[in-house]
Protein backbone atom coordinates (compact mmCIF):
# COMPACT_ATOMS: atom_id res chain seq x y z
CA UNK A 1 0.00 0.00 0.00
CA UNK A 2 2.84 2.24 0.74
CA UNK A 3 3.83 2.27 -2.91
CA UNK A 4 0.96 3.23 -4.23
CA UNK A 5 -0.03 5.85 -1.55
CA UNK A 6 2.08 8.63 -3.67
CA UNK A 7 -0.24 7.65 -6.75
CA UNK A 8 -3.89 8.46 -4.56
CA UNK A 9 -2.75 11.17 -2.59
CA UNK A 10 -3.00 14.61 -3.52
CA UNK A 11 0.14 16.79 -3.72
CA UNK A 12 -1.60 20.10 -2.96
CA UNK A 13 -3.32 18.71 0.66
CA UNK A 14 -1.38 15.46 1.46
CA UNK A 15 -5.02 13.77 1.60
CA UNK A 16 -6.37 11.01 -0.54
CA UNK A 17 -8.17 12.17 -3.16
CA UNK A 18 -11.79 13.38 -3.27
CA UNK A 19 -13.80 13.73 -6.39
CA UNK A 20 -10.27 13.09 -8.09
CA UNK A 21 -9.90 16.10 -11.12
CA UNK A 22 -7.09 15.57 -13.60
CA UNK A 23 -5.17 18.18 -15.86
CA UNK A 24 -5.99 17.54 -19.82
CA UNK A 25 -2.44 18.95 -20.44
CA UNK A 26 -0.39 17.43 -18.47
CA UNK A 27 -2.43 14.34 -16.20
CA UNK A 28 -1.25 15.47 -13.21
CA UNK A 29 -4.65 14.57 -10.49
CA UNK A 30 -5.81 16.71 -7.40
CA UNK A 31 -8.62 16.79 -5.10
CA UNK A 32 -11.22 18.97 -7.20
CA UNK A 33 -11.44 21.22 -4.43
CA UNK A 34 -7.66 21.96 -3.85
CA UNK A 35 -6.95 22.53 -7.64
CA UNK A 36 -9.76 24.53 -8.03
CA UNK A 37 -8.76 26.97 -4.96
CA UNK A 38 -4.74 26.69 -6.85
CA UNK A 39 -5.60 27.68 -9.70
CA UNK A 40 -7.40 30.60 -8.65
CA UNK A 41 -3.67 32.02 -8.08
CA UNK A 42 -1.80 30.39 -10.90
CA UNK A 43 -2.10 28.88 -14.56
CA UNK A 44 0.27 26.06 -14.06
CA UNK A 45 0.37 22.94 -12.98
CA UNK A 46 1.62 22.46 -9.30
CA UNK A 47 3.51 19.50 -9.89
CA UNK A 48 5.34 20.05 -13.13
CA UNK A 49 4.75 23.55 -13.94
CA UNK A 50 3.11 23.04 -17.37
CA UNK A 51 0.77 26.10 -18.48
CA UNK A 52 -2.41 25.06 -18.69
CA UNK A 53 -3.97 27.77 -19.95
CA UNK A 54 -3.79 30.96 -20.65
CA UNK A 55 -7.23 32.94 -19.54
CA UNK A 56 -9.31 29.75 -18.28
CA UNK A 57 -7.64 27.11 -16.78
CA UNK A 58 -10.70 25.41 -15.66
CA UNK A 59 -11.55 24.25 -18.78
CA UNK A 60 -8.65 21.47 -18.65
CA UNK A 61 -9.90 19.93 -15.98
CA UNK A 62 -11.63 16.65 -15.67
CA UNK A 63 -13.59 14.44 -13.52
CA UNK A 64 -11.42 11.18 -12.78
CA UNK A 65 -14.20 9.03 -12.03
CA UNK A 66 -11.96 5.64 -12.85
CA UNK A 67 -8.81 7.14 -10.30
CA UNK A 68 -11.88 7.82 -7.67
CA UNK A 69 -12.80 4.47 -7.88
CA UNK A 70 -9.49 3.41 -7.69
CA UNK A 71 -9.05 5.03 -4.03
CA UNK A 72 -12.52 4.38 -3.01
CA UNK A 73 -11.54 0.62 -3.24
CA UNK A 74 -8.11 0.82 -2.00
CA UNK A 75 -9.01 2.94 1.19
CA UNK A 76 -11.28 1.27 3.72
CA UNK A 77 -14.44 3.56 4.79
CA UNK A 78 -13.36 6.42 2.44
CA UNK A 79 -16.35 6.71 0.52
CA UNK A 80 -18.74 6.49 3.51
CA UNK A 81 -16.62 8.58 5.18
CA UNK A 82 -16.54 11.52 2.24
CA UNK A 83 -20.86 10.94 1.86
CA UNK A 84 -21.17 11.70 5.55
CA UNK A 85 -19.31 14.67 5.79
CA UNK A 86 -21.55 16.24 3.07
CA UNK A 87 -24.50 15.44 4.44
CA UNK A 88 -23.77 16.66 7.63
CA UNK A 89 -22.38 20.02 6.01
CA UNK A 90 -25.71 20.13 4.26
CA UNK A 91 -27.96 19.36 7.19
CA UNK A 92 -25.93 21.73 9.73
CA UNK A 93 -26.75 24.12 6.96
CA UNK A 94 -30.15 23.62 6.67
CA UNK A 95 -29.82 23.12 2.86
CA UNK A 96 -30.70 20.86 0.24
CA UNK A 97 -28.14 19.80 -2.59
CA UNK A 98 -29.16 21.28 -5.94
CA UNK A 99 -27.76 19.63 -9.40
CA UNK A 100 -28.38 19.39 -13.18
CA UNK A 101 -31.98 17.87 -13.56
CA UNK A 102 -33.14 15.78 -16.38
CA UNK A 103 -36.09 17.00 -17.82
CA UNK A 104 -38.51 14.15 -15.11
CA UNK A 105 -36.72 16.22 -12.06
CA UNK A 106 -38.16 19.85 -13.02
CA UNK A 107 -39.81 21.01 -10.23
CA UNK A 108 -39.78 24.83 -11.52
CA UNK A 109 -37.85 27.34 -13.06
CA UNK A 110 -35.54 30.41 -12.61
CA UNK A 111 -35.94 34.06 -13.83
CA UNK A 112 -34.24 33.24 -17.10
CA UNK A 113 -36.42 30.08 -17.50
CA UNK A 114 -34.06 27.67 -16.53
CA UNK A 115 -35.08 24.12 -14.98
CA UNK A 116 -33.32 23.58 -11.43
CA UNK A 117 -34.50 21.05 -9.04
CA UNK A 118 -33.54 20.06 -5.80
CA UNK A 119 -31.48 16.42 -5.69
CA UNK A 120 -31.53 13.74 -2.75
CA UNK A 121 -28.11 12.68 -2.86
CA UNK A 122 -28.66 9.98 -0.56
CA UNK A 123 -30.69 7.69 -3.05
CA UNK A 124 -27.77 8.49 -5.61
CA UNK A 125 -24.64 7.83 -6.31
CA UNK A 126 -21.79 9.48 -8.90
CA UNK A 127 -20.68 5.46 -8.82
CA UNK A 128 -21.78 1.99 -7.10
CA UNK A 129 -20.15 0.73 -4.42
CA UNK A 130 -19.65 -2.50 -6.47
CA UNK A 131 -18.02 -1.14 -9.32
CA UNK A 132 -15.85 -3.34 -11.47
CA UNK A 133 -12.91 -2.12 -10.92
CA UNK A 134 -10.70 -5.10 -10.51
CA UNK A 135 -7.68 -4.40 -8.78
CA UNK A 136 -4.46 -7.12 -8.22
CA UNK A 137 -1.30 -6.30 -6.00
CA UNK A 138 1.02 -9.49 -6.45
CA UNK A 139 4.81 -9.16 -4.67
CA UNK A 140 7.45 -8.33 -6.61
CA UNK A 141 10.05 -11.16 -6.73
CA UNK A 142 13.61 -10.54 -5.43
CA UNK A 143 14.95 -10.88 -8.85
CA UNK A 144 17.05 -8.58 -10.84
CA UNK A 145 14.54 -9.61 -14.32
CA UNK A 146 12.83 -6.24 -14.05
CA UNK A 147 11.38 -6.56 -17.83
CA UNK A 148 8.05 -8.01 -16.37
CA UNK A 149 5.30 -5.55 -16.42
CA UNK A 150 4.24 -5.50 -13.05
CA UNK A 151 1.09 -3.64 -12.92
CA UNK A 152 -1.38 -4.66 -15.54
Same mark, same amino acid.
Not at 9 to 19: E, H, K, P, Q
Not at 123 to 130: E, P
Given at each position: ????????????????? @??? +??????????????? *???L???? =??? /????? @???????????????????????????????????R?? =???R???????????? +?????? /???P?????????? =??????? *????L???????????????
Open positions: MKELNEHIVCCLCAGYF @IDA +TTITECLHTFCKSCI *VKYQTSK =YCP /MCNTK @IHETQPLLNLKLDRVMQDIVYKLVPGLQESEEKRIEF =YQSGLDRVTQPSSED +TVGGDP /MGLYSTFDHSRAH =YFRYDEH *VSLCEKQSSSKDKSKAVLQ
